[in-house]
């Protein structure tokens, strides 16, 4: 019975993705289409860590900024531009006290990462988004993706570090 | 399949090559290092290369928890919120930074600026009975010099009274955070 509603379930899952992905695909004609058309790469979670960070302004965020093998690779030889095909994510959580913790200090001091908020990617591909720097900006809120008028917010920002082929993160010391 | 073992024996090339030129720069090597009736810190070689588990801040700090691939199965499979304990061979590691803005992001962010310490985390039922299978480390980092020390507070023990403040989670304070 149990193994009935696990198929169910994925079944039900499936019909999901596909009843998404053709939403996708009509949005992708449509004005709505994401600016780069980047989807979000499968195992990113997995990834090795680049950074850590907090964010303390509106977004007061808890981040770790994680590259696929290929940004790992050339961060670690400290080689720019990164190569084609070198992604790196950026996720990020609430920054909420932590109670527990706080219990140990003896103080409210401790801070963790809260619920998901949202995750970021930038995708190399120095042909595909020439006029990017060669990046292409990607961002997800509970799998669906920013609008257009927002990603074309992302490289304006991303240029004042051309010299470190526009990317903000450096790999953690 | 061909190209998936290509690919692999390229990966394992470019690591064993970013393995050696990390041997190659560093004058110590930490992984020698033993706190005295102690944890080696060999016994967590390869933690830079871990899974992040969860990202934390205090006062002074900024910190990243990344475990071994036992542990992070173990966190993916429920553990500890199902009640079931972490499996021999958990290790964990959080790494500590002192933060410092970055001047760059029209953002108001803080990042690593130098690394403080290493404290690392291990599950051996058998060796560390009297700690409920865990035991503890901490090395301290300076900058200064590029070396790690045993932190002479870090024991086996060390962290375990605080960690039974969350015995109901098998000692461990952080979950893994979810995407």
């Known amino acids: 019975m149990r193994g009935m509603v696990s198929l169910l379930s994925a079944v039900l899952a499936l019909a999901g993705v596909v009843v998404y992905m053709a939403h996708a695909t009509e949005d992708a004609t449509g004005e709505a289409a994401p600016l780069f058309g980047i989807k979000i790469p499968p195992g990113y979670r997995d990834w090795k860590l680049i950074s850590v960070a907090h964010e303390e302004g509106n977004l007061n965020d808890l981040r770790a900024v994680l590259g696929n093998d290929l940004a790992i690779k050339a961060y670690r030889e400290g080689k720019l531009p990164f190569p084609d095909g070198a992604i790196i994510a950026r996720l990020a959580w609430g920054y909420v006290p932590s109670e527990e913790n706080n219990k140990v200090f003896g103080r409210t001091q401790s801070f963790v990462a809260g619920a998901p908020t949202n995750v970021q990617f930038m995708v190399k591909d120095s042909k595909k988004y020439a006029t990017t720097g060669g990046w292409g900006f990607a961002q997800f809120k509970d799998g669906k993706s920013a609008d257009e008028s927002l990603l074309k917010t992302c490289f304006p920002c991303h240029v004042p570090i051309e010299s470190r082929d526009f990317v903000f993160t450096r790999y953690s010391p | ?179």
């Open chain 2, 1 to 179: 399949m061909k190209r998936t073992s290509m690919l692999t024996i390229a990966s394992v090339t470019a690591l064993l090559a970013v393995l050696a030129a990390e041997v190659a720069i560093s004058a110590q090597d930490k992984y020698i290092l033993k706190l005295p009736n102690g944890l080696s810190f060999s016994e967590f070689r390869g933690y830079e290369n871990w899974q992040v588990v969860s990202v934390s801040q205090t006062a002074e700090l900024l910190k990243v928890e990344v475990a071994n691939p036992t542990m992070i199965e173990a966190y993916r499979s429920g553990i500890p919120g199902n009640g079931k304990p972490f499996p021999d061979g958990s290790k964990i590691a959080k790494i500590e930074w002192k933060p410092k803005k970055m001047v760059e992001s029209p953002f108001a962010v803080n990042v690593p600026d130098t690394l403080q310490d290493v404290f690392l985390i291990e599950k051996d039922s058998k060796r560390f009975p009297d700690t409920k299978g865990w035991a503890y480390a901490v090395f301290d980092y300076q900058p200064a010099s590029d070396t790690f020390t045993p932190d002479p507070t870090g024991t086996v023990n060390c962290g375990f009274a605080c960690h039974t403040v969350v015995k109901d989670k098998d000692y461990i304070f952080h979950s893994y955070q979810k995407r």
